[in-house]
């Protein structure tokens, strides 16, 4: 299994550390990933009468131009290939590609790419379980969502929400998703998020969905560094860390929660 998810992120801060972008930009990237990696085969219960907290995240990026929002967030569509090719299990997480339309999105989460399968115990009982997931890592809002279409807000808020299934009629044709999971990594200027959404959007609990990471000033870094230091550097860090994605992927059933954080 993975060493721990706190040295998956320790690892990607040293790994991402000569990158040209801040610090909480690279944290809540390597959150995201995890996010991605744990899809719907972990949760936390709370109490009997609250549904099941699966780990799925909405973040945005926020800053000028010229920050690194983008190197973040490919950083992470990088490492997500790069577990993709050396998995042993098929793909652990298919990235969404560069827009997101409602009949797209939809039409991806439905179909058997997006499909993953897992097993996990329950008391005595081995139980087997699917579910369809999507991360979208896309390093501008504009490039995402070129126009305002009133039908993906809510449909996104639907599937933040984790019901058993998403059910629509596309076309005329119904379309069902069992246990839907999507992970949204996008970047976004601070003065473009009400030109991509008229104001009745942030009415209707999409930004409550959403944790904005805010930068404002660039992080100026050597492109070029002398041998010495670039052979101090750990130089299977990349492989290590796609690994320890794997096994996060692998992880399967609900997390045991201590007082503290119950607390």
Same mark, same amino acid.
């Not at 950083?75 to 098929?90: F, H, P, R």
């Given at each position: ?19 040209? %972008? ?59 290939? %790069? ?32 499909? #993953? ?14 579910? &369809? ?9 504009? %490039? ?29 044709? *119904? ?5 839907? &999971? ?6 976004? #200027? ?25 930068? &404002? &000033? ?8 002398? *041998? *010495? ?5 750990? #130089?299977?860090?990349? #492989? ?17 929660? %201590? ?5």
């Amino acid at each position: 299994m993975a060493r721990n998810l706190p040295d998956f992120i320790n690892g990607w801060l040293e790994y991402t550390e000569p990158l040209p %972008t801040p610090l909480i930009f690279r944290i809540w990237s390597a959150i995201g990933a995890m996010s991605c990696a744990l899809g719907r085969r972990v949760w936390i219960k709370t109490n009997s009468r609250m549904p099941l907290c699966f780990p799925n995240l909405f973040l945005m990026l926020v800053a000028p131009p010229g920050i690194g929002k983008d190197v973040s967030i490919n950083k992470v569509a990088d490492l997500i290939i %790069t577990a993709n090719a050396i998995s042993k299990n098929g793909i652990v997480a298919r990235l969404g590609g560069e827009s997101i339309s409602p009949k797209g999105l939809v039409d991806k989460l439905a179909d058997n790419a997006s499909k #993953q399968t897992f097993t996990y115990r329950r008391g005595h009982e081995q139980v087997t379980a699917e579910f &369809h997931s999507l991360t979208f890592c896309i390093g501008e809002l504009g %490039t995402a969502i070129p126009e305002y279409d009133p039908r993906l807000i809510p449909l996104l808020n639907d599937l933040y929400n984790n019901k058993p299934a998403y059910e629509d009629a596309i076309r005329g044709i *119904e379309v069902r998703v069992p246990a839907p &999971h999507l992970t949204l990594i996008l970047g976004n #200027q601070p003065n473009t998020l009400a030109e991509v959404f008229p104001e009745r959007t942030f009415r209707m609990g999409f930004t409550s969905r959403i944790i904005f990471v805010y930068a &404002h &000033h660039p992080v100026i870094k050597d492109l070029y560094v002398d *041998e *010495e230091i670039e052979l101090s550097w750990d #130089q299977s860090l990349e #492989q290590k860390l796609a690994e320890d994605f794997c096994d996060m992927a692998s992880m399967a059933g609900p997390f045991k929660v %201590t007082p503290e954080t119950k607390k």
